[in-house]
Structure formats: structure tokens, C-alpha cells
């Protein structure tokens, strides 16, 4: 009897479950002609955004023309053209050093005259101050005694020359003679040259000789026509050889110094020419060039010291004002892309040429970027064209084309 009711449970469960699957309408199964049709609409979904009409062939991305206008496509031939690269570089203005002259006296003295002061404009041989010196009064002296000893033995010896040849006299009065000439002539000498190392010019020292006067004052004069733009002297003081009394700079031509950086040393080089500003003069800008590169870079900052010879016939320019140099460099003929057209793939440039098939996704090397575009050192020819708009558009097609084949596999 528990069999009996335990078949019977069972096939009531079986009957149960045969009635619900027959109460369900069977789902009609749509033929080849209606699958298409209704994967036709996908199709259209995704062709709206590009993606569907792009593909990868032989490492070419391919886009449909309509794909191309949407994402605004344009390319342009590769050429050459004249580039210009400009490069700011902070620094100060100093005097010309060439046109720089310290003046001090070369012997010691009291200052008994000033001729000039700070500010003053000078020129070359202009008296600055005077000193007394007694040194140079004993050295005065010292020569024109030296002078009237060679003129009495110049005499004497061209006297004992007649004697000779008439054999008034002997050989050797003749050789003492011209002994005493030959010793007062060097002493003569040597007592001149010391009245020029003195600071005596030949003028001087040709008054001192024929006028048998002794004076004790000298002058101190500039070596060159400008300013003075420093004085450390006053009236009465006695002062050294050692010892500036005067700067006189030619400020119509000065120096910008400033600090390169290492990474531009390749576009600074002689006689590049150069743009100087001022805070002073905000709305104007100074002319000039560089004349040299350190040979050395500083440890600490790793950059180098550039100087620029700046025109300042004007005057307005200062010693140790803050200045900015722009160097610019224009270069001829350059093989070169816009900048938008250059895309990067793992942090390396590349660019999409133009093929009649689609577009080559190519690795090119790159120049310093110059005004919107880029010098090209290698990967593109003369002639080839290249993606100059819309080439991010290729880009993610290239990604999405490597992905996909990464599931692929």
C-alpha cells in the first residue's frame, strides 16, 4: 500500500509539471531574413559614432568618408619652413668690464686737487685729481742731476775721440773717458724710465729735462672717455698706489649677464640676437646680442653664465637692474608639422600619415616645439601627408583596434 501511493505521488508531479509547460505559447523562432533585420538597427547605433565604420587592415586604420567628416579629419603635406625658438632667461645688467678703467695713483702723495665727481662724464686723458708726492720730487731731481752728468761725459768723450786721432792723448784716457760716457748715459736712462713708471708722460718728463725745474705734483688722469661712476678719495688724504680713487665706465654699451639652464645650452650660441626688458621701462625694449657662453656649468644650479652686449646710447639702462633676455633663434628650411598634429602612444610622438587605403600610425622623433610646431629629426619625408586635425580621433580607433585584439587572443 506505501508503494502504491508513493508511485502515485510521483506521477503526479510528472503530470503536474508536463500541464505548466503546456499552458506556456511557444516562442516563434524568426527566420534568416528577420535576424538580419533586427540586427540591422545595432548596426546603425554604433555606425553614428564612427566606430562601426572603422576598422584596422595591414596596420592601416580605415574610416568611411562620412566616419572621416564627423570627426573632422584634415591633413597637410610635410614641408620645410623658417622657425623661430625663443627663450627667456632671467639676469641683470653690469658694466661693460671692456669699457671699465680703475684709476689710482702709482705713487704715494697727498691729494691736493679734485677734478671730477661722481656722475661726471670724462674724457680720455682728462685730469681727475692731483697729489703731491715728495718721492716723485726726489726722483725729478734725481734725473736732471742724472741728465747734466751725461751731457758733461758726452762732451768729454767726443773731445777725447779729436784728441785721439791727434795723438795728443793716449789710449787709455780715451777708454776712461768713454767709460764715465757709457755709466752717466745708463744713469740718465734709468732715472727716466723711473719718472715714467712714476705716472710722467713723455711731455713731462722731455719739460723736466730742458727746463732743469723740479716739481712734486702729478696728475691722475682717466684712460678712457665716460662716466665716473665711483670715487674714494677726499681732499688731504694721502693715498697708496694700491689704491682705486676712480671707476670711469663707458655706459653707452653694457652687459646682461643671466643663467642658462642646461636643457637650452642647444639653442643659445654667439651671436644669436636678444630682446632686453626692464621693469623701468615696461612698454620698451633694448637691442643686443650674445658674445659669450660660460665653458662651465655651475654644480648647484646646473646652468651656465650667457652674456649679451646691450646698445644703451640712450643712457637709460643702469648697472644692476633686473632684466629679461629673449634669445631668438630662426633657423631656415626646417622639415616640420604642427604641433596638433603630433599624438603621444606610451609618452613617445606619433603622427597618422594619409595612404590611399587609410591611415599609418608612424613614430617620429622631434625637435624642441617652436612657435606651434615641431622640427622633425626623423620619421617623415618631404611630400607625405600627414593628420593635422581630428589625429586623437585615430588614436583612440588604433587603441580600441589593439584592444580588441587582445581579447581576441
Known amino acids: ?238 693715498v697708496e698706489p694700491a689704491k682705486t680713487l676712480f671707476t670711469v665706465a663707458d655706459l653707452s654699451a653694457l652687459w646682461g649677464v643671466a643663467d642658462v639652464p642646461e636643457r637650452d645650452l642647444a639653442t643659445v650660441k654667439k651671436g644669436l640676437p636678444a630682446k632686453v626688458s626692464v621693469s623701468a621701462y615696461p612698454r620698451e625694449v633694448f637691442s643686443g646680442k650674445v658674445t659669450y657662453i660660460s665653458d662651465t656649468l655651475d654644480l648647484s644650479s646646473r646652468t651656465a653664465k650667457v652674456r649679451v652686449e646691450i646698445d644703451n646710447a640712450r643712457g637709460k639702462l643702469k648697472p644692476e637692474m633686473f632684466a629679461t633676455f629673449i634669445l631668438t633663434e630662426e633657423t631656415e628650411g626646417v622639415l616640420s608639422i604642427p604641433e596638433h598634429a603630433v599624438q603621444r602612444d606610451g609618452g613617445k610622438p606619433i603622427v597618422f600619415v594619409s595612404k590611399d587605403a587609410g591611415f599609418e600610425k608612424r613614430p617620429v622623433e622631434l625637435g624642441p616645439e617652436q612657435h606651434g610646431y615641431y622640427p622633425i629629426q626623423s620619421g617623415l619625408q618631404v611630400g607625405e601627408r600627414v593628420v593635422t586635425k581630428g589625429a586623437f580621433v585615430l588614436k583612440s580607433e588604433s587603441e580600441r583596434g589593439q584592444m580588441e585584439e587582445g581579447h581576441g587572443h
Open 1 to 238: 500500500m506505501r508503494s502504491a501511493i508513493a508511485i502515485g505521488g510521483g506521477t503526479l508531479v510528472v503530470a503536474l509539471a508536463w500541464l505548466a509547460l503546456g499552458c506556456q505559447s511557444p516562442t516563434p523562432q524568426p527566420k534568416a531574413g528577420e535576424q538580419a533585420e533586427q540586427a540591422a538597427p545595432h548596426q546603425d547605433e554604433h555606425a553614428e559614432d564612427g566606430h562601426a565604420e572603422s576598422e584596422e587592415r595591414g596596420g592601416l586604420i580605415t574610416l568611411s568618408p562620412q566616419a572621416q567628416q564627423l570627426a573632422g579629419i584634415a591633413v597637410e603635406e610635410v614641408g620645410r619652413r623658417s622657425l623661430r625658438r625663443e627663450v627667456r632667461l632671467p639676469g641683470t645688467i653690469q658694466a661693460n668690464q671692456n669699457r671699465l678703467a680703475h684709476v689710482g695713483p702709482r705713487i704715494q702723495g697727498r691729494v691736493v686737487a679734485l677734478s671730477a665727481g661722481l656722475g661726471d662724464r670724462v674724457k680720455s686723458g682728462a685730469t681727475l685729481a692731483m697729489i703731491d708726492s715728495p718721492e716723485l720730487g726726489q726722483a725729478e731731481s734725481d734725473f736732471v742731476t742724472a741728465r747734466a752728468k751725461f751731457v758733461v761725459a758726452e762732451k768729454a768723450y767726443e773731445r777725447a775721440k779729436t784728441l785721439l786721432d791727434g795723438k795728443v792723448i793716449g789710449t787709455g784716457e780715451f777708454q776712461r773717458r768713454e767709460g764715465d760716457y757709457l755709466a752717466s748715459k745708463a744713469e740718465a736712462q734709468a732715472a727716466e724710465d723711473r719718472l715714467r713708471l712714476l705716472g710722467l708722460e713723455d711731455p713731462e718728463i722731455a719739460n723736466v729735462g730742458g727746463n732743469r725745474s723740479v716739481r712734486s705734483q702729478v696728475a691722475i688722469t682717466t684712460p678712457l672717455t665716460g662716466t665716473v661712476v665711483d670715487r674714494d678719495v677726499t681732499l688731504g688724504e694721502v
